[in-house]
């Protein structure tokens, strides 16, 4: 185990809604990463905290946002889901922000389903 | 393009046997490289990190190799077991102290049968 946890397992919404999904860091661990990963697709950059404060962002669109908090726990916000949001969310936490530097410890993601 | 091509995309191989698999990447300038094993549904876990330096590092029957000039790495896997069934991932990054991107491959799927 990785120690990084996320919840829930599972979710299924309707396009249209709204979805939050959690992570939980390695404690001391004040940089975290989320990615999407698409069936059989490798996982895609979607932003990076540190120290609460958004610190990069790949090619996803505005109404993908998250939050981080001084206990090592994070949020990705997903508005107006479209079909093609339908994948695994994955958070993975790291001690540096640099990630060519450092190994991230990825969570168990969380499964979304959009109908 | 993905900067980051793996083969195959999937493989099947009987318990015990070996196998390799291939990741190819075109980012520069290059920092390290990293396997990734990930089984269905969960998160990937680091089998190996790499450096620029380095041209072979091993984690128990897993053995992973470095070209940098050629940019190409493989993953060897040895006497495979049941448990080895899963999607292996190639991770690179680049070396700029800025970086906060990973490029993934898409991973290959690796099936154990008895």
């Known amino acids: 185990e990785t120690g990084v946890t996320q919840s829930p397992t599972h979710l299924i919404k309707t396009r249209g809604q709204q979805v939050t999904l959690r992570c939980s860091s390695q404690s001391g661990h004040n940089t975290v990463s989320w990615y999407q990963q698409a069936l059989g697709q490798g996982p895609q950059f979607i932003f990076q905290?540190?120290?609460?404060?958004?610190?990069g962002r790949g090619n996803f669109p505005p109404r993908f946002s998250g939050l981080q908090f001084p206990n090592y726990s994070s949020e990705l916000n997903v508005n107006a889901l479209e079909l093609d949001d339908s994948a695994l969310y994955l958070c993975?936490?790291?001690?540096?922000?640099?990630?060519?530097?450092?190994?991230?410890?990825f969570g168990p993601g969380t499964r979304l389903t959009v109908l | 393009k993905n900067q980051v091509e793996q083969s195959p995309q999937s493989l099947i191989i009987l318990e015990g046997k070996n196998c390799t698999l291939q990741c190819n990447y075109t980012v520069s300038p290059f920092s390290n490289l990293r396997w990734y094993k990930q089984d269905t549904g969960r998160g990937p876990v680091s089998l190996t990190i790499?450096?620029?330096?380095?041209n072979t590092k091993s984690n128990g029957r897993y053995t992973a190799t470095l070209d940098a000039d050629t940019k190409q790495s493989s993953l060897h896997i040895t006497a495979s077991q049941l448990s080895d069934s899963a999607s292996y991932i190639c991770?690179?990054?680049?070396?700029?102290?800025?970086?906060?991107?990973?490029?993934f491959g898409a991973g290959t799927t690796v099936t154990v049968r008895a």
């Open positions: 993975a936490s790291s001690l540096d922000r640099r990630q060519h530097a450092d190994t991230q410890y």
């Open positions: 905290y540190y120290r609460e404060e958004e610190n």
């Open positions: 991770v690179v990054s680049g070396r700029s102290s800025n970086d906060y991107k990973l490029s």
């Open positions: 790499m450096t620029f330096s380095e």
